[in-house]
């Protein structure tokens, strides 16, 4: 079982909702992240928290707003989402942030599949 | 631009078989490189590798990486249905925090 927790698995969502993906992980690792995968694809970086900092943007439109309230819990807000958002999207979690001897093991968590109408 | 590449794109074989996946990357600030397998959902951990020729184990899989030549290979022995998936090949890169850049992965079929 991954120690990663995404929710929700499934949200089906129209262009005007407001909705928000939930990420949390309780194995004290300091960086957290978001990426996307389409189908057929291979995962996509988003976002990077360190020490609840965001660290890394790899460019990614405003709709998507990512929070880190804590060192466990990471939500990406959506607004205003088009149909081509539609993925999977994975939280993961790494021992330690940017920067550090870490030698880059991710745990990723099931994903939350998200359907744009 | 850092890039890691997976061939082949997909493969069917039987049970039984022996497979060998391929991942080569061209990159700057070389940390590790790592395979996880993706079924339906979550990429799971296979292995992390940061030095050349040393082989890592576990059951019927191995891999091992080369730093001069820049690739990786992932075997996998008497092969099972339960081997299907997506093979993801990533490269954690120094002064980049944990970010892995990914290859396009290898969708790997095993048929009774």
């Known amino acids: 079982d991954t120690e990663v927790t995404q929710t929700p698995k499934h949200l089906v969502m129209g262009m005007t909702n407001k909705k928000s993906l939930k990420c949390e992980q309780h194995?004290?690792?300091?960086?957290m992240y978001w990426y996307k995968q389409k189908a057929k694809k291979p995962p996509e970086l988003m976002f990077v928290?360190?020490?609840?900092?965001?660290?890394i943007n790899e460019s990614v439109p405003s709709r998507f707003s990512p929070e880190c309230p804590n060192s466990s819990l990471l939500n990406l807000h959506l607004h205003a989402l088009q149909p081509e958002d539609s993925a999977l999207y994975l939280c993961?979690?790494?021992?330690?942030?940017?920067?550090?001897?870490?030698?880059?093991?991710?745990?990723f968590g099931e994903g939350s599949r998200l359907t744009v109408l | 631009e850092d890039k890691v590449v997976q061939s082949p794109l997909s493969l069917v074989v039987h049970e039984g078989d022996t497979v060998t996946l391929n991942c080569s990357y061209e990159v700057t600030n070389f940390r590790s490189l790592l395979w996880y397998k993706q079924e339906k959902k979550a990429p799971t951990f296979l292995f992390m590798l940061t030095s050349s020729g040393i082989e890592k184990k576990s059951g019927r899989l191995s891999s091992i990486l080369d730093k001069k030549e820049l690739f990786s290979i992932l075997n996998i022995t008497a092969t099972q249905t339960g081997d299907s998936a997506i093979y993801l090949c990533?490269?954690?890169?120094?002064?980049?925090?944990?970010?892995?850049?990914f290859g396009g992965g290898t969708r790997l079929m095993v048929k009774p």
């Open positions: 993961a979690s790494s021992q330690e942030g940017a920067g550090s001897a870490n030698t880059g093991e991710l745990f």
């Open positions: 990533a490269v954690a890169l120094d002064n980049a925090g944990n970010m892995l850049t």
């Open positions: 928290y360190s020490y609840e900092k965001l660290s």
């Open positions: 194995m004290g690792h300091r960086a």
